[in-house]
Nanobody
Framework: QVQPVESGGGSVQAGASLRLSCAAS????????MGWFRQAPGKEREGVAG???????QYASSVNGRFTISRDNAKNTLYLQMNSLRPEDTGMYFC?????????????????????WGAGSQVTVSS
């Protein structure tokens, strides 16, 4: 069983930065694919950033150049550095992981490819 736990969310003003963390059990960040997804009330869940077991990454076009996904294998922790935050970045951010199946970089932003999900961390960006 893999249980991701997110932290680092909060309320900030536009232009600020936040760093989300996702602690996962075992060696998930070393051997598995992981991703960040977000969802606003009444909206569909969307992929934000993902990284697979060989280090390939994928970003949503709306965050490319502003967000960076990374991992610390020693701490089994996934990170999402979010810079130049905008009000449209507001939402609940979820960390997801897939341990047993290969995820191509082309599929890293697809929620259906992930088996384990955290409870989420709220990010609110005001103008």
């Amino acid at each position: 069983q893999v249980q991701p736990v997110e932290s680092g969310g909060g309320s900030v003003q536009a232009g600020a930065s936040l760093r989300l963390s996702c602690a996962a059990s075992g060696a998930t960040t070393l051997t598995s694919s992981m991703g960040w997804f977000r969802q606003a009330p009444g909206k569909e869940r969307e992929g934000v950033a993902g990284i697979n077991s060989i280090g390939e990454t994928q970003y949503a076009s709306s965050v490319n150049g502003r967000f960076t996904i990374s991992r610390d294998n020693a701490k089994n922790t996934l990170y999402l550095q979010m810079n130049s935050l905008r009000p449209e970045d507001t939402g609940m951010y979820f960390c997801a992981a897939e341990r047993d199946s290969w995820v191509s970089w082309l599929r890293l932003l697809q929620p259906s490819k992930y088996s384990y999900w955290g409870a989420g961390s709220q990010v609110t960006v005001s103008s």
